[in-house]
């Protein structure tokens, strides 16, 4: 058994955090790192204290966008030491969505993996100074 690479390694961390989400739209995790150290992980899931989708449904958009959850990036930033976040990398199970990419951005990471692809129109305004790689594996 040949050992996993960082990336295929990070991914199936993130893959594992994913399995907690509370919106059975879309199960996402992130993990993020910096020089092989993991800073934080996330995943989607109701505010602290509220209702969960798995419990009494999503809060759709007319887009069909759950809006009941904080995104698992989301989840990631908020727990994480700021200072520890510029520079870092983002795994993530699912390409991010345009809020956050936007929130992975402003928070000074420097690099996103994803392994789903989830594409929209917007990110490339917003990714336009990170590296981003889909990690296919």
């Given at each position: 058994?040949?050992?996993?690479?960082?990336?295929?390694?990070?991914?199936?961390?993130?893959?594992?955090?994913?399995?907690?989400?509370?919106?059975?739209?879309?199960?996402?995790?992130?993990?993020?790192?910096?020089?092989?150290?993991?800073?934080?992980?996330?995943?989607?899931?109701?505010?602290?204290?509220?209702?969960?989708?798995?419990?009494?449904?999503?809060?759709?958009?007319?887009?069909g966008r759950c809006i009941r959850t904080v995104h698992?990036?989301?989840?990631?930033?908020?727990?994480?030491?700021?200072?520890?976040?510029?520079?870092?990398?983002?795994?993530?199970?699912?390409?991010?969505?345009?809020?956050?990419?936007?929130?992975?951005?402003?928070?000074?990471?420097?690099?996103?993996?994803?392994?789903?692809?989830?594409?929209?129109?917007?990110?490339?305004?917003?990714?336009?100074?990170?590296?981003?790689v889909h990690y296919n594996v």
């Amino acid at each position: 058994m040949s050992r996993k690479d960082w990336d295929e390694y990070f991914i199936g961390i993130a893959e594992a955090v994913a399995t907690r989400s509370t919106c059975p739209r879309l199960h996402v995790g992130c993990v993020i790192v910096k020089d092989n150290h993991i800073i934080s992980t996330g995943y989607n899931g109701s505010i602290h204290g509220h209702d969960h989708c798995e419990d009494i449904g999503c809060l759709l958009t007319p887009e069909g966008r759950c809006i009941r959850t904080v995104h698992a990036e989301e989840n990631s930033v908020l727990h994480a030491d700021r200072d520890l976040l510029k520079g870092a990398t983002a795994y993530v199970t699912h390409e991010p969505c345009e809020k956050c990419s936007k929130t992975l951005a402003q928070a000074g990471l420097r690099k996103i993996v994803f392994k789903n692809a989830y594409p929209n129109d917007w990110n490339k305004y917003f990714l336009k100074d990170l590296e981003v790689v889909h990690y296919n594996v």
